[in-house]
Structure formats: C-alpha cells, structure tokens
T-cell receptor, first 112, second 108 residues
Framework: NAGVMQNPRHLVRRRGQEARLRCSPMKGHSHVYWYRQLPEEGLKFMVY????????ESGMPKERFSAEFPKEGPSILRIQQVVRGDSAAYFCASSPTTYGYTFGSGTRLTVV | GIQVEQSPPDLILQEGANSTLRCNFS?????LQWFHQNPWGQLINLFYIPSGTKQNGRLSATTVATERYSLLYISSSQTTDSGVYFC??????????FGQGTILTVHP
C-alpha cells in the first residue's frame, strides 16, 4: 500500500507562470488536506477536500490559488501567476476519517 | 481560533539523554497529534493522542485534555531523532493547527 504520493518533488517556476502540484492519497483515504510551509516556519492549513467537494478553504489565499479533488485522479493544487512569496514546501496529507493523517513527501516550489 | 504553543523552541542533547517536549493548546481541541519532520523534510505522524498516554518504542506521549497540554517524551535519544517536532491540534473534522515546532539536535 503506497503512501501519499506527491509530485513533482521539486518544481521551479518563473514569476508569472502557473504551478500545478499533484497529490494521490493513500488507498481508501477520502479526506485530503493541503498545507504550506514557508522557510523556517510551521505548517499552515490551506484547504480540506473530499471527492469532488471543497470542505474548508479558509486557509487559501483569495487570489491565484485553487484546489480540486476530482472523482477520478489526484488532488491538484494550482497556483496561477506565481510570485516569489509563493516559494515554499507544499504538503498534502490524507486520512481515512477525520484523524490519523499521513503526509506526502511534499513539493518544494521555487519561484525565480 | 485554535492556538497551539510548543516549548522549548530549541533543544540540544547528547546521544543517550532523555527529553520532554511540551505542547499547550486552546479550548475546543479534540484532535491532538505529534509529528516529526526529519532533516530531509519528511513529516512522520508519531501519535494521534487526544487524551491519555501512548508509547511507541523510545517515544511516548501524554495528553491531559482537561488541562490543555500534551507532552512528548524521548528516551535514550539517538542522532536519528534530530529534526523538528510539531504538535498539532484540531477539531472533530480534521483541519489541524500546527505549533511552531521544537528543533531537536542530538549530538553523537
């Protein structure tokens, strides 16, 4: 049973480009969460999704960021028109219920 | 909103020493977890412990929900224990608020 799979592991984007981060939850896990970790900081909640539904997006920046978890395929975190301040590690976690997180290895986004 | 505070912010140990990390959290937290982020950035779930005591090898954790704190004990520390330890609290549906972490360095 593979763990939570995130790809790519590292992503470099120029300012103004789009970044797409993918997360495949563990088998049997229907809850997906995205967190952002800025350098030297703790993790900040961004969004909580279940299949085809956004449950809580209270941590998402109001502009340029969106997330989805379609019926088929991975969850996607999309950042449009990236800026240097978006450089961070983005972690996805999944759980079978509302507790018992398993985190992926993260995607390190660097905006140049 | 939920508040999670960890202490100490930094801890330096010699291999073999024991340590205690503390997490204070605000009301309404009923989903308390401890995580270890290793030097390569990977996050490992150590304990889901809304109350009571659990043990896993050299690590154990105790949460006293009525007094809103949790403790993580590391015994006979090893260099591989180095990294950042996060406490995170949440409500019933799973969104977690993370503390700022305790940076642990274990020297050989």
């Amino acid at each position: 049973n593979a763990g939570v799979m995130q790809n790519p592991r590292h992503l470099v984007r120029r300012r103004g480009q789009e970044a797409r981060l993918r997360c495949s939850p563990m088998k049997g896990h229907s809850h997906v969460y995205w967190y952002r970790q800025l350098p030297e900081e703790g993790l900040k909640f961004m969004v909580y999704l279940q299949k085809e539904n956004i449950i809580d997006e209270s941590g998402m920046p109001k502009e340029r960021f969106s997330a989805e978890f379609p019926k088929e395929g991975p969850s996607i975190l999309r950042i449009q028109q990236v800026v240097r301040g978006d450089s961070a590690a983005y972690f996805c976690a999944s759980s079978p219920t509302t507790y018992g997180y398993t985190f992926g290895s993260g995607t390190r986004l660097t905006v140049v | 909103g939920i508040q999670v505070e960890q202490s100490p912010p930094d801890l330096i140990l010699q291999e073999g020493a024991n340590s205690t990390l503390r997490c204070n959290f605000s009301d309404s937290v009923n989903n308390l977890q401890w995580f270890h982020q290793n030097p390569w950035g990977q996050l490992i779930n150590l304990f889901y412990i809304p109350s009571g005591t659990k043990q896993n090898g050299r690590l154990s954790a105790t949460t006293v929900a009525t007094e809103r704190y949790s403790l993580l004990y590391i015994s006979s520390s090893q260099t591989t224990d180095s990294g950042v330890y996060f406490c995170a609290g949440g409500t019933s549906y799973g969104k977690l608020t993370f503390g700022q972490g305790t940076i642990l360095t274990v020297h050989p």
